[in-house]
């Protein structure tokens, strides 16, 4: 009976053993082990937000010919800005075969429900751009660095209005600010990356916000009370509509934008409600009380309207994302899956209120009028292929703030 029980014994922990050691190698054999495979022809479902903005139309375009390049099939959809029209969008997609699904999101926590069910159809899910927030169900996160675009942004205004050797020490300096869409988790990230810098100089009293909402007490949790709800132009010009009536006949030295189009909402109303400034009086921190002088305006995604009024002065600066390195990172994630191999980033991981997200980042730069040519020059958008030479062309040569 002891023989009996301890030849038992033995089984059960070889056994036993077996479990572990499986269990164990099944760390390092890569992702095929969650039953998450894909193979060359497999369907990748593209998920966009729309088609109205020539960013997504460069992901969406990038993302087909990347993938396909690699002998995937992909089919791509655009939700027109609309979060029951992008988790139809991502049923159909998986109900159509999709093996992975990358989605940009309208509503980083209105799609979850989708993406749920995406993955439990043994879908690979990646958030492109924007992080898809209270779910367990995505896998992982490519972007650009977030709070870079807010940087780059403050930065600008600070060094032409001279804020850090003075500037509106004497004449505090009135700014007008901007959030991104509240639905948008990127968006408190710009705005954090900005405020950070621009803080300090509403501690100081050289910055002043003409509505009276932002103030030194501002906090970056604060930032939905100067959202621009989807990202949408005609809303930025209603809220700057009220910032103008507010400011009255005094100057307006900067306009804090997240987005081009936004941008582009504060200076049609600034035109409509003051057509004597122009963009050929640019702000001038020696000449601060020049009423008619226009406002260093930021900007985001390069946009064609952006490259327009950039060159004519209407706009100072657009943060440009090379939208071609975040389909590379994708394009290459699904590759790795594909050859059995488990994606590592070397970034740390982004929470989305339920797991830590493996998340890669992009590095996003500036254009400015430089000359012809320059790293930072509006000319890039044509070197790394955004558009083309004929396009830049016809921009420069179109009328400012159309």
Same mark, same amino acid.
């Given at each position: 009976?002891?023989?009996?029980?301890?030849?038992?014994?033995?089984?059960?922990? %070889?056994?036993?053993?077996?479990?572990?050691?499986?269990?164990?190698?099944?760390?390092?054999?890569?992702?095929?082990?969650? %039953?998450?495979?894909?193979?060359?022809?497999?369907?990748? %479902?593209?998920?966009?937000?729309?088609?109205?903005?020539?960013?997504?139309?460069?992901?969406?375009?990038?993302?087909?010919?990347?993938?396909?390049?690699? %002998?995937?099939?992909?089919?791509?959809?655009?939700?027109?800005?609309?979060?029951?029209?992008?988790?139809?969008?991502?049923?159909?997609?998986?109900?159509?075969?999709?093996?992975?699904?990358?989605?940009?999101?309208?509503?980083?926590?209105?799609?979850?429900?989708?993406?749920?069910?995406?993955?439990?159809?043994?879908?690979?899910?990646?958030?492109?751009?924007?992080?898809?927030?209270?779910?367990?169900?995505?896998? #992982?996160?490519?972007?650009?660095?977030?709070?870079?675009?807010?940087?780059?942004?403050?930065?600008?205004?600070?060094?032409?209005?001279?804020?850090?050797?003075?500037?509106?020490?004497?004449?505090?300096?009135?700014?007008?600010?901007?959030?991104?869409?509240?639905?948008?988790?990127?968006?408190?990230?710009? #705005?954090?990356?900005?405020?950070?810098?621009?803080?300090?100089?509403?501690?100081?009293?050289?910055?002043?916000?003409?509505?009276?909402?932002?103030?030194?007490?501002?906090?970056?949790?604060?930032?939905?009370?100067?959202?621009?709800?989807?990202?949408?132009?005609?809303?930025?010009?209603?809220?700057?509509?009220?910032?103008?009536?507010?400011?009255?006949?005094?100057?307006?030295?900067?306009?804090?934008?997240?987005?081009?189009?936004?941008?582009?909402?504060?200076?049609?109303?600034?035109? +409509?409600?003051?057509?004597?400034?122009?963009?050929?009086?640019?702000?001038?921190?020696?000449?601060?009380?020049?009423?008619?002088?226009?406002?260093?305006?930021?900007?985001?995604?390069?946009?064609?309207?952006?490259?327009?009024?950039?060159?004519?002065?209407?706009?100072?600066?657009?943060?440009?994302?090379?939208?071609?390195?975040?389909?590379?990172?994708?394009?290459?994630?699904?590759?790795?899956?594909?050859?059995?191999?488990?994606?590592?980033?070397?970034?740390?991981?982004? +929470?989305?209120?339920?797991?830590?997200?493996?998340?890669?980042?992009?590095?996003?730069?500036?254009?400015?009028?430089?000359?012809?040519?320059?790293?930072?020059?509006?000319?890039?958008?044509?070197?790394?292929?955004?558009?083309?030479?004929?396009?830049?062309?016809?921009?420069?040569?179109?009328?400012?703030?159309?």
């Amino acid at each position: 009976m002891k023989k009996i029980m301890k030849s038992f014994v033995f089984a059960v922990l %070889g056994a036993m053993m077996m479990v572990i050691l499986y269990g164990c190698g099944s760390q390092t054999r890569g992702w095929e082990d969650n %039953g998450q495979q894909l193979k060359k022809g497999d369907l990748i %479902g593209i998920s966009m937000p729309t088609k109205a903005d020539q960013r997504w139309n460069m992901d969406g375009n990038n993302l087909v010919k990347k993938l396909e390049e690699q %002998g995937f099939k992909t089919k791509l959809a655009y939700a027109n800005n609309s979060p029951s029209q992008q988790s139809t969008d991502i049923n159909n997609l998986v109900s159509a075969g999709a093996k992975a699904v990358v989605v940009a999101s309208v509503d980083g926590t209105a799609v979850g429900p989708a993406v749920k069910q995406a993955k439990d159809n043994g879908a690979t899910v990646i958030a492109y751009d924007r992080l898809i927030m209270n779910t367990e169900s995505v896998d #992982f996160y490519v972007t650009f660095e977030l709070e870079r675009t807010g940087i780059l942004e403050a930065q600008t205004i600070i060094d032409r209005l001279d804020l850090k050797n003075g500037g509106g020490k004497d004449t505090p300096y009135n700014i007008a600010l901007f959030a991104g869409s509240d639905d948008d988790n990127n968006a408190p990230y710009f #705005f954090k990356g900005a405020w950070d810098l621009l803080q300090p100089y509403f501690e100081s009293g050289q910055l002043v916000d003409p509505s009276g909402i932002v103030t030194k007490d501002f906090t970056t949790k604060d930032w939905k009370k100067i959202s621009v709800h989807a990202w949408d132009q005609s809303q930025a010009q209603k809220q700057m509509d009220a910032i103008m009536t507010k400011l009255g006949d005094k100057p307006l030295a900067a306009v804090l934008s997240p987005y081009d189009a936004i941008s582009l909402g504060a200076m049609k109303s600034i035109k +409509n409600a003051r057509p004597e400034m122009s963009p050929s009086i640019p702000f001038d921190s020696k000449n601060p009380t020049n009423a008619s002088a226009w406002p260093i305006i930021t900007g985001q995604d390069g946009m064609d309207i952006a490259i327009t009024n950039i060159y004519h002065g209407a706009q100072a600066q657009t943060v440009f994302k090379d939208t071609s390195l975040l389909s590379d990172q994708t394009r290459d994630l699904l590759v790795d899956i594909l050859e059995g191999k488990t994606p590592k980033s070397d970034k740390k991981p982004m +929470n989305n209120g339920k797991k830590d997200v493996p998340t890669w980042l992009m590095n996003s730069d500036e254009l400015v009028k430089n000359p012809k040519g320059e790293q930072k020059g509006l000319h890039y958008v044509v070197e790394v292929g955004f558009i083309t030479e004929d396009q830049y062309q016809k921009d420069i040569k179109a009328p400012i703030i159309k």
